[in-house]
T-cell receptor
Framework: AQTVTQSQPEMSVQEAETVTLSCTYD???????LFWYKQPPSRQMILVIR??????QNATENRFSVNFQKAAKSFSLKISDSQLGDTAMYFC???????????????FGKGTKLTVNP | GAVVSQHPSWVICKSGTSVKIECRSL??????MFWYRQFPKQSLMLMAT?????????EQGVEKDKFLINHASLTLSTLTVTSAHPEDSSFYIC?????????????FGPGTRLTVL
């Protein structure tokens, strides 16, 4: 079974600074997806970034980028130029690819609460 | 982008009554939907996987007779909490799976806050 570990329950960063959230996972699969989701106080889950395991290039979405180390099973999220609106819970998640039998479930980490201070 | 709605967003009910929560994929067809439960300051806990036209698959420890799931169409799944009790009070989130630009992804509803008195 797959597991996802986020070792930082809480983190804080000053506005405009850079912060990195850690995530490690365990799987015997070779092909899979990794995601970072943001859950602000509204509790709506928002996809921040995704990475396909077969792609060596790290995914980037504006101020958000990942450091994907497949051999080390590590998938950290870097937030540059932090903004007050980045304050939220961040969840790392793992998913196997869809099969003919249907979709696979997401396996979530416990989350990291990020606070951006003015 | 893909949009998933949930209704109601907030519900209060008396102990012993049943509550139905709807999850709809508004602009795509979802063969699979997922139901999660989230306690305050915790991660999402998968309750069940719902496939259109077939019985839901429940996670270990989730009472299927307590949490009835119906996925009658490609755009609608419902979760019914039967004979609700205060311990069922929680935040319930659904998601619908789809493939966007060749990548598998789950799209989340805004959640339903259930309070059982």
């Amino acid at each position: 079974a797959q597991t996802v570990t986020q070792s930082q329950p809480e983190m804080s960063v000053q506005e405009a600074e850079t912060v990195t959230l850690s995530c490690t996972y365990d799987t015997s699969e070779n092909n899979y997806y990794l995601f970072w989701y943001k859950q602000p106080p509204s509790r709506q889950m928002i996809l921040v970034i995704r990475q396909e395991a077969y792609k060596q290039q790290n995914a980037t979405e504006n101020r958000f980028s990942v450091n994907f180390q497949k051999a080390a099973k590590s998938f950290s999220l870097k937030i540059s130029d932090s903004q007050l609106g980045d304050t939220a819970m961040y969840f790392c998640a793992f998913m196997k690819p869809m099969t003919q039998g249907g979709s696979e479930k997401l396996v979530f980490g416990k989350g990291t609460k990020l606070t951006v201070n003015p | 982008g893909a949009v998933v709605s949930q209704h109601p967003s907030w519900v209060i009910c008396k102990s012993g009554t049943s509550v139905k929560i709807e999850c709809r994929s508004l602009d795509f067809q979802a063969t699979t939907m997922f139901w999660y439960r989230q306690f305050p300051k915790q991660s999402l806990m998968l309750m069940a996987t719902s496939n259109e036209g077939s019985k839901a698959t429940y996670e270990q420890g989730v009472e299927k007779d307590k949490f009835l799931i119906n996925h009658a169409s490609l755009t609608l799944s419902t979760l019914t909490v039967t004979s609700a009790h205060p311990e069922d009070s929680s935040f319930y989130i659904c998601s619908a799976s789809g493939r966007v630009a060749g990548v598998d992804e789950q799209f989340f509803g805004p959640g339903t806050r259930l309070t059982v008195l």
